[in-house]
C-alpha cells in the first residue's frame, strides 16, 4: 500500500495493491452488495488507474475457505481500512519519529508499508545478528579447518 500524509501529518493509504490485507469499515452498498462491515481479506486485484475498487479474498481470512462467499469484486476503496494478519486495524506509520524528526522510509511524500505479523528489528540488532552470525560462520571454519589437518 502506499501512505501518504496530510497537512496536519495524519497518515492515510492513498493506494492499495495486491497482496495488501484490508477490512471492511462499513457494509457494501449497492446492486450485488455482499461485504459486510468487520470482513477482512487480502486485495487480489486492483481496478482503475487511480485505484477506485478492489477485489477481496475473503476465504481463508474472515471466512472460511469451503465458505460459499469466497470474494469480493469492485469494492470502493474508501471503505476499507488496512489490517494486520488477525483482521484488526492496522497503525499507519507516523510522519514524524519520536523526536519530531521527519521519518525518512521512502519517498519525502509517502512510502510503502507491508502489514505483516512478525515485526520488523530494530538497525541494532539487525547488525548484531549479522556480526553474530559472522561470527559463527569463521568459529564453524575453523573447527572444519581443525577437523580435516590442515592447521
Not at 25 to 33: I, K, L, S
Not at 106 to 125: E, K, M, Q
Amino acid at each position: 500500500m502506499k501512505v501518504n500524509y496530510r497537512e496536519d501529518g495524519s497518515a492515510y493509504v492513498s493506494r492499495f495493491e495486491p497482496g495488501d490485507l484490508v477490512r471492511l469499515r462499513t457494509d457494501e452498498t449497492g446492486d450485488g452488495a455482499m461485504g459486510k462491515a468487520g470482513q477482512w481479506g487480502s486485495v487480489i486485484s486492483v481496478e482503475g488507474r487511480t485505484a477506485a475498487r478492489l477485489n477481496i479474498q475473503l476465504a481463508g481470512y474472515s471466512e472460511k475457505r469451503q465458505s460459499a462467499l469466497q470474494r469480493l469484486m469492485g469494492v470502493p476503496a474508501s471503505i476499507v481500512l488496512p489490517c494486520d494478519a488477525q483482521g484488526d486495524t492496522a497503525t499507519l506509520p507516523p510522519k514524524y519519529g519520536p523526536r519530531g524528526l521527519r521519518v525518512t522510509a521512502g519517498t519525502p511524500r509517502g512510502h510503502h508499508v507491508t502489514v505483516s505479523a512478525n515485526d520488523d528489528l530494530p538497525p541494532w540488532a539487525a547488525s548484531l545478528v549479522v556480526a553474530g552470525s559472522t561470527l559463527l560462520l569463521v568459529v564453524a571454519a575453523v573447527v572444519a579447518i581443525k577437523g580435516f589437518g590442515v592447521m
